[in-house]
């Protein structure tokens, strides 16, 4: 079946197969968070992005491979939730934004910045760091060098909009500049967003949108 990025809590998880990496979607509760596996097809290495919750759905698609790293996009508790539990059981190296990884429960052993670059076997995923919906949100670009790139966004962009900024209009106005500058001006419409809730879209289906998220402020 083509990849088309609906998945449901409790259901199965959907996988877009591309060249040299497979990324695996998973919705889980109960608070409708996105989870998203890569796996490089060239070593079989794995990373997770979002140990967000139901640690046994999370490691039921991690499978007996294992992983080596997990993201964690943002400081927000429901992108954390089974991130003790998946290191535990996997023994995975943690990595997450440096602005805020105090905010997690869980040690971050690797703080992300941005422009660095988070490697799972033969593929490089480089971070982008976007202020506003937290301090030290990221989002991870993966540059496909057989196509269009991919991007995960945590909760910074969506279909429609920007991440929640909870009407305050500093950090609105950071979030929308950063996602502008260093997504929009940099990638393609046919970049592929995968946020971290709900359906996937694109940055060509959202780019003209951009003055009306300006406008209305949210």
């Not at 139901?54 to 996009?73: C, F, H, P, S, Y």
């Not at 982008?128 to 991007?151: E, F, K, M, N, Q």
């Not at 429609?160 to 609105?172: C, D, I, L, M």
Request: with cysteine; charged share 20%; aromatic share 6%.
């Amino acid at each position: 079946m083509p990849y088309t990025g609906t998945v449901t809590v409790g259901g199965p998880a959907d996988v877009h197969e591309l060249q040299d990496l497979m990324i695996s979607k998973v919705a889980v509760g109960p608070m409708d968070n996105n989870s998203y596996l890569l796996r490089c097809r060239a070593t079989d290495e794995q990373l997770l992005i979002d140990a967000a919750n139901e640690a046994g759905t999370l490691l039921g698609l991690i499978g007996g491979d294992g992983i080596t790293k997990v993201v964690t996009t943002h400081q927000h508790a429901d992108h954390w939730q089974a991130l003790a539990e998946v290191v535990e059981a996997t023994g995975a190296r943690t990595h997450a934004g440096r602005e805020d990884a105090p905010g997690i429960p869980v040690p971050t052993q690797v703080l992300v910045d941005d422009g660095d670059v988070i490697e799972v076997g033969r593929v490089r995923l480089t971070a982008r760091h976007l202020v506003g919906h937290t301090p030290g949100s990221i989002a991870l670009v993966y540059d496909d060098p057989h196509g269009h790139p991919h991007l995960f966004t945590g909760d910074c962009l969506f279909p429609g909009g920007v991440g929640n900024t909870r009407g305050v209009r500093e950090a609105f106005e950071s979030l929308l500049h950063d996602v502008e500058t260093k997504l929009f001006a940099q990638l393609p419409d046919e970049t592929w967003v995968y946020p971290g809730h709900g359906a996937d879209t694109t940055l060509g289906a959202e780019r003209p949108q951009l003055p009306e998220w300006r406008e209305r402020g949210w």
